[in-house]
């Protein structure tokens, strides 16, 4: 089975700018989550989607937002880029959400200038 | 806010020393811990996790952790590690709404 694909692996942009991510699950796998990984604050949660539908969001602003397809991909887009977004951003599947483990894309480097 | 705590930053062993990684939960609620390990320039791959049941649980790599309810604890160990144990490992709990919290992780460095 293919694992977690997230595109595009790097990615630069300036600030005022808007950004999307893409992530494709394990097939079969209906739940995607987005995380933030930084040096400073580790692993925070971004959302959770589950058959197309929001299931749980972190405490991030409203400039990052995210959307599942009926094919279970799922992007994210972060509006208005600061500086302070510059991070890894890491999606990760699972089958069923609550009781699964998740599997881990290899992320999005996102560097903003 | 639910939270889970890593002891150590980095820590440094020389090959066939014992490794102890502490954590901590603090979420009361249903447990489900897991700990993840990041190998350098590879994705984050699930270790062990821990649902119910027997305590002490056995993972991947000879790998095991133990759940202490009395002290929302759950360390893990290894009794033996190998230069290509070196990577950043990362505790987890299933907070209350569903998603995981992380811990900050660890780095292991083990000196050949």
């Known amino acids: 089975k293919a694992g977690v694909t997230q595109t595009p692996r790097y990615l630069i942009k300036t600030r005022g700018q808007q950004v999307t991510l893409s992530c494709s699950p394990i097939?079969?796998?209906?739940?995607v989550s987005w995380y933030q990984q930084t040096p400073g604050q580790g692993l925070q949660f971004l959302f959770e989607?589950?058959?197309?539908?929001?299931?749980n969001k972190g405490n991030f602003p409203g400039r990052f937002s995210g959307r599942q397809f009926s094919n279970s991909r799922s992007e994210m887009n972060v509006s208005t880029l600061e500086l302070g977004d510059s991070a890894l951003y890491l999606c990760?599947?699972?089958?069923?959400?609550?009781?699964?483990?998740?599997?881990f894309g290899n992320g999005t480097r996102l560097t903003v200038t | 806010a639910q939270s889970v705590s890593q002891h150590n930053h980095h820590v440094i062993l020389s090959e066939a020393a014992s490794l102890e990684l502490g954590c901590n939960y603090s979420?009361?609620?249903?447990?489900?811990l897991f700990w993840y390990v990041q190998y350098p320039g590879q994705h984050l791959q699930l270790l062990l996790k821990?649902?119910?049941?027997?305590?002490l649980v056995k993972g991947i790599k000879g790998f095991e952790a133990e759940f202490i309810k009395s002290k929302f604890s759950f360390n893990l160990r290894k009794p033996s590690v190998q230069w290509s144990d070196t990577a950043e490992y990362f505790c987890?709990?299933?907070?209350?709404?569903?998603?995981?919290?992380f811990g900050k992780g660890t780095k292991l460095s083990v000196k050949p």
């Open positions: 989607y589950f058959s197309e539908t929001q299931r």
């Open positions: 990760a599947s699972s089958a069923r959400g609550r009781d699964s483990p998740l599997h």
């Open positions: 987890a709990s299933r907070g209350s709404q569903g998603n995981l919290i």
């Open positions: 097939s079969g796998h209906r739940s």
């Open positions: 979420y009361g609620g249903t447990v489900n």
């Open positions: 821990y649902f119910s049941g027997d305590p």
